[in-house]
């Protein structure tokens, strides 16, 4: 095992990076709140022009897959909406929460405690719900080896294509069930199942007012194309970092560098190390943070392209067999994970 070096907790970072940055960058990014309304009419428009059948057919599924895109945009702003980046107001973040995570039928309510509280608080430690398995959870396990043999990115096998355009639909899902007394409180566990219906609902209408054949190009393949866009970026953010003791975001995340229109569509999401420093911040000021990181913990900092990154995904392995190697027990080939360029004096 390739020792990691000195951890330092989220709080040494932001004490430092908060003194030489200005309070209007922690200001809410209201404006950005009219990208649901501006997505969702483009959605709308474009889902009944194909059930209409306006859409020349061999040009539907190009609309299919531009609904697919907004869909993912939604995403992206709700899950900057449930930090408090866009608006404080908690009802305001409920239901902006409720309406950019619909095409995935997730409850903002699930998604606060199973992302803000229990994977930012925990990231790459025991605790995360989005880390991947330990050996020893993989051999206690069935189906965690189900998982990661035949859906995981990772061990150059193809079909872990699946964790892209199904991960985000199907870890929905599961951490709905699996959601444990403690995380959630009862009544918002079961308000999170009434969300969750609520959406499942409005799908069950479309799918009765456009048809079945419709409905596969104004939901199912956009929903499959939005999966691939969101789980591109969740799955390198910490899926090639090394499991810690310590919540040290430099370490236990990665930021990726995408085109300039993918950042701006996207919200940066790719940078997501400094979205861990500052989670309810508007990623629209990562770059200052970045900035800062990089000048003051240069061998800290862990960037690269999201190419880059799918491309290491798809190499490695998905399972830890210690903080920092990665395993794949198929054949039992090891890889290293990310680790700071050169370990730093305490």
């Known amino acids: 095992m390739e020792p990691i070096g000195p951890l ?35 959605s709308v428009a474009a889902i009944a022009a194909i059930a209409m ?4 057919w061999p040009l539907v599924p190009l609309v299919s897959i531009a609904i697919g895109a907004c869909f993912a945009c939604m995403t992206f702003v709700a899950h900057e909406t449930l930090h408090g980046g ?46 991947y398995a330990t050996i020893e959870r993989y051999g206690d396990r069935r189906s965690t080896r189900f998982s990661v043999d035949m859906f995981s990115l990772g061990g150059r096998r193809w ?7 199904l991960g985000f639909t199907v870890q929905s899902v599961g951490q709905l069930f699996s959601m444990v007394p403690g995380v959630m409180s009862r009544r918002d566990h079961r308000l999170a199942f009434v969300e969750t219906g609520l959406g499942l609902l409005v799908w069950a209408a479309v799918a009765a ?24 970026f969740i799955l390198t953010n910490h899926s090639l970092s090394p499991r810690v003791a310590v919540n040290d975001p430099l370490i236990s995340g990665l930021s990726v560098t995408t085109p ?33 990181v990089m000048a003051r913990w240069p061998e800290r900092y862990q960037s690269m392209s999201l190419g880059a990154a799918l491309r290491r995904l798809h190499r490695t392995a998905r399972v830890y067999k210690d903080a920092t190697t990665l395993l794949d027990p198929t054949t039992g080939l090891e890889y290293p994970t990310l680790l700071p360029r050169v370990i730093p004096a305490a």
Request: glycine share 6%; aromatic share 12%.
């Open 86 to 131: 866009t608006v404080r107001d908690k009802r305001w973040q409920l239901l902006v929460g409720w309406i950019g995570f619909l095409p995935f039928t997730l409850s903002p309510r699930l998604w606060i405690a199973w992302h803000n509280r229990e994977h930012h608080g925990n990231t790459n430690l025991p605790g995360d719900p989005d880390c």
């Open 209 to 232: 007012l456009v048809g079945f054949v419709s409905f596969l190009f104004v939901f199912v393949l956009p929903l499959l194309v939005a999966n691939a866009c969101v789980m591109a």
């Open 53 to 56: 059948h306006l859409v020349p």
């Open 159 to 165: 079909r872990g294509a699946l964790s892209l355009v």
């Open 8 to 42: 330092f907790p989220r709080s040494r970072y932001v004490g430092e990076l908060r003194a030489e940055l200005p309070d209007s960058i922690f200001e809410p990014a209201h404006s950005r709140l009219a990208l649901i309304p501006l997505y969702l009419a483009i």
């Open 260 to 292: 300039r229109l993918i950042d701006w569509v996207t919200l940066r999401f790719g940078l997501h190390v400094e979205h861990h420093l500052f989670p309810a911040m508007s990623s629209r000021h990562a770059p200052a943070v970045r900035a800062l």
